[in-house]
């Protein structure tokens, strides 16, 4: 009897699922969740098996042409998440598919384009574009359609290739590029004797009390002592020296004997993992949440749902102690953990408290690991090998058999908003549908949570869960790391082992006061004075600033122009250790001017600050100073976050600078002063949730002062002192500000008192634009009056950053009970839509 299977194509332009028979060879083979190739009219496509159907819907299928894994690449959970989220997110099936197949294993089709030179017309009659194609392919033969978008960047090369090829002057063959991901198996090499037997076999590894006998005997006693096979490296590595010659040498002699085995890509293999970590005693207010908690997992293992749980505690206040015993109970109960968070910056010190704790069973995934260890991370965990997975927001997709745990750090950080690249989701909203489908726990923990979620948690009886107390757990540790260090501090008395902290008082000084008193100078006298006091005592400090950079826009000040991104119109920013302008939207760069392009005078001016700027006046104010900077310049290469922070907790630096990478969730006893050299950065952006960012940003990054017996302080310099969100973040005042942000989002009308949808438009002919807004608003406005909806429609409007890499950005805001609904099912052509986006900019 012939099986049938609904597939779900890998083309986002196909976003029904379509009908195929399984040959007999593949019999028993494929199931829902399979990865396949399939033949789909003259390509052949990846897919993924979706469900089986007793009758397929046309009268003749074609069969299914290989399986590329033997086990399903997408659980029942995960087909049904990749459902609800083409759903809420009105974006196509595979697009979604997309998100949950680890790179290089999600192959999509493209095209072979080879060179006809014998029937090529002279090529002063070609385009120029054409004259490119033409000699890229001559030089470098054949090529796939990606492979020229990596040569011929920023340009659409296919309408002329598709003339191209009508004209017989190019070839087209539609190809399935294979996988770039598979197991990695090396030799090994294990002892092929008794250990024992090593020292009788002394004459044989060479002349007596030659380098070469001692270095292979340690060989072998190093293989003594191993209880599997091991890799040639690493052998080198334990042994203190070999070669390949040396290893044969042994091979030939029967003395040791290689095999070909997997070796697992492992990123925790170079992460420094401290010892074995025992669970403190827990304070009254952590047992009262750890109790419901554990009440909550227990009821997951009966198989009760349980309604999401928020943790909502103060900086400093033991949250990740409940992470950690939730998961704990997690594996008990035979199931796995996810543990997110919003910064790969975060997802060092995260995995090293997990992984300490749990020893050997905790995976990384986030978007700087290799392609071969983001695989093998997935595939340990599909096969239930790694119950934990510590990751960005990636780490959501992964395929867990028995997940019971979920828990989102730092909830309300917008990292784990995406909307660069479709489909523009949030993983939080996705987090919570994935805990509901596959009966998990969903653990939020913050200290200063979103508004609007924070809202829709009292209306929907959500647990919402309070550790009001900062607290110094470990004492002992923390005693020990003092003591390292040279440090002496009292530790105060406390619950067992731990003990209570108060959170650092907040100093908010007017620089507006500080420019009349004759300082111009980017440090305030009061931050001045406690850095220097800082630096006197060997403690530490970090300075804040959100932008990067050593000026964060250069002008003339004859005429006033001002030097742009020519792809985005954004003010170039100057960095003075490239000595260049960089767009931090697009990447261009350029060499300062002389003069001013527009007048050609020589009054040009670097204006601004940034973190090249800070850093460079804390070198000249303190240079005694051992100063790192830490922002996405100086942590573009692999394993800098690790090595950054290594660098600090060890006290190889005095000054911590950075931007909103240091704000969230570090841990660092040494740091007694935090520095916000501008607070009111972002404040006025025409953004409804602006006040709430930068009272989120100045709380957490308050939070990173004081976490020892040391104590600590915060300085808030700002130019808007009586602005709320900067008023109540100095007294880290939560509700306070919750309570006024809800008052003015109810008054305005936005979240969480209306939905959004906010349809964007890119393109590279600003008339284009222009035109297809207007368009587009016209027809938004149609469709709202034939279907007698009280959606409300603002615009089009040109988006605030108006021009990104080259193209236009135009805009449609729509709001009221549920705009998705009127978009649902629409012709939105080259239009992107963001359900609910947590920026307007």
């Known amino acids: 009897m012939t099986t049938y299977v609904q597939v779900a194509v890998n083309l986002a332009t196909l976003p029904e699922l379509y009908d195929y028979h399984v040959p007999a060879e593949l019999e028993g083979k494929i199931q829902p969740g399979s990865l396949v190739v399939v033949p789909f009219g003259r390509q052949v496509l990846q897919g993924v098996v979706w469900r089986y159907v007793s009758t397929p819907q046309v009268s003749e299928t074609r069969p299914i042409g290989a399986l590329l894994d033997p086990h399903p690449v997408l659980t029942a959970a995960q087909r049904q998440l990749a459902e609800w989220l083409a759903e809420h997110y009105l974006v196509p099936l595979p697009v979604c598919i997309a998100l949950m197949i680890p790179p290089g294993l999600s192959r999509q089709a493209d095209t072979l384009l080879s060179l006809r030179a014998e029937v090529l017309p002279p090529l002063e009659t070609l385009s120029p574009i054409q004259r490119r194609l033409v000699d890229l392919l001559k030089e470098r ?89 091991i890799a040639p490296a690493w052998l080198f590595t334990e042994a203190g020296g070999g070669t390949t010659t040396d290893l044969n040498f042994l091979e030939e002699r029967g003395l040791i004997r290689s095999l070909v085995g997997e070796v697992i890509r492992d990123p925790l293999e170079r992460m420094d993992i401290p010892p074995l970590s025992e669970a403190p005693q827990l304070t009254r207010e952590q047992q009262t949440v750890w109790d419901e908690v554990q009440t909550a997992l227990r009821r997951v293992q009966d198989g009760q749902s349980v309604p999401p749980h928020i943790l909502y505690g103060i900086t400093g206040s033991g949250k990740t102690e409940i992470y950690l015993r939730a998961v704990e109970e997690t594996l008990k109960m035979g199931k796995q953990a996810l543990i997110l968070v919003p910064e790969i910056s975060l997802t060092p010190q ?110 929907s009886a959500w647990r919402i869960l309070h550790l009001p107390e900062r607290i110094l757990a470990h004492r002992q540790a923390v005693q020990k790391q003092l003591e390292r ?299 709202i009056e034939q279907s007698g909806s009280t959606i409300e429609m603002s615009g089009p409007t040109p988006c605030f950053f108006a021009r990104r890499a080259g193209l236009y950005r135009w805009q449609i805001i729509l709001r009221g009970a549920e705009p998705r609904a009127l978009l649902r099912g629409k012709p939105l052509g080259d239009w992107q839509v963001q359900i609910d986006p947590p920026s307007l900019l």
């Open 141 to 229: 033969g054949a090529l796939r359609g990606a492979q020229i978008d990596a040569h011929i960047k920023g340009v659409d090369w296919r309408p002329a290739a598709r003339r191209m090829t009508a004209r017989g002057w190019l070839t087209a063959q539609p190809i399935l590029p294979a996988p770039t991901v598979a197991p990695r198996r090396e030799r090994l090499i294990t002892l092929a004797i008794p250990p024992a037997q090593i020292d009788a076999h002394r004459a044989q590894l060479g002349r007596a009390g030659s380098a070469a006998l001692e270095r292979r005997l340690t060989l072998l006693k190093v293989l003594a002592s191993q209880r599997e096979p």
């Open 350 to 459: 995260m995995v090293q408290r997990f992984a300490a704790r749990f020893p050997g069973q905790v995976g990384v995934i986030h978007s700087k690991l290799s392609q071969g260890e983001r695989y093998d991370t997935w595939r340990r965990a599909r096969a239930g090998q790694l119950p934990i997975i510590v990751g960005a927001r990636s780490a959501l997709f992964t395929p867990f058999p028995a997940l019971g745990l979920i828990v989102v750090d730092e909830f309300h950080d917008e990292s784990f908003y995406q909307d660069e690249i479709p489909p523009a989701y949030h993983a939080v909203e996705a987090a919570l549908m994935l805990a509901r489908l596959s009966n998990s726990l969903i653990l939020l923990g913050s200290a200063t949570p979103d508004v609007s979620l924070m809202e829709r948690a009292r209306r």
């Open 485 to 783: 260090l040279g440090k002496t501090a009292l530790l105060k008395t406390g619950e067992g082992e731990s003990a209570h902290l108060g959170l650092p008082p907040v100093q908010v000084v007017d620089m507006r006061q500080e420019l009349k008193a004759g300082n111009r100078s980017i440090f305030s006298h009061a931050l001045e004075s406690a850095l220097e006091e800082v630096l006197e005592k060997q403690e530490q400090a970090i300075l804040f600033l959100n932008r990067r950079g050593s000026a964060t826009h250069v002008f003339c000040r004859e005429c006033g122009f001002t030097l742009r991104c020519p792809r985005c119109e954004v003010p170039l920013v100057y960095h003075a250790d490239a000595a260049a302008l960089i767009c931090h939207t697009c990447g261009y760069s350029r060499k300062m001017p002389t003069a001013c392009p527009q007048c050609s005078s020589r009054a040009i001016r670097q204006v601004g600050l940034g973190t090249e700027r800070v850093e460079a006046e804390v070198k000249a104010r303190f240079p005694h100073a051992r100063v790192l900077r830490w922002d996405a310049e100086t942590t573009r290469q692999k394993g800098t976050h690790e090595l950054l922070l290594r660098h600090f907790s060890h006290h190889e630096a005095d000054i911590l600078i950075g931007t909103q990478m240091i704000a969230k969730g570090l841990d660092l006893p040494l740091v007694t002063l935090v520095g916000v050299i501008l607070a009111d950065i972002g404040l006025t952006l025409p953004d409804y949730r602006a006040a709430e960012r930068g009272f989120q940003l100045l709380t957490q990054v308050a939070g990173r002062a004081g976490r020892s017996p040391l104590g600590g302080r915060v300085i808030l310099q700002t130019y808007m002192p009586e602005h709320y969100a900067i008023q109540t973040a100095s007294r880290h005042d939560y509700e306070a500000f919750l309570e006024r942000e809800l008052r003015e989002r109810r008054r305005l009308g936005y979240p969480p008192f209306v939905r959004l949808a906010r349809l964007e438009l890119r393109h590279a002919d600003p008339a284009h634009a222009r035109e297809e807004a207007r368009r587009m608003a016209n027809q938004i406005h149609a469709w």
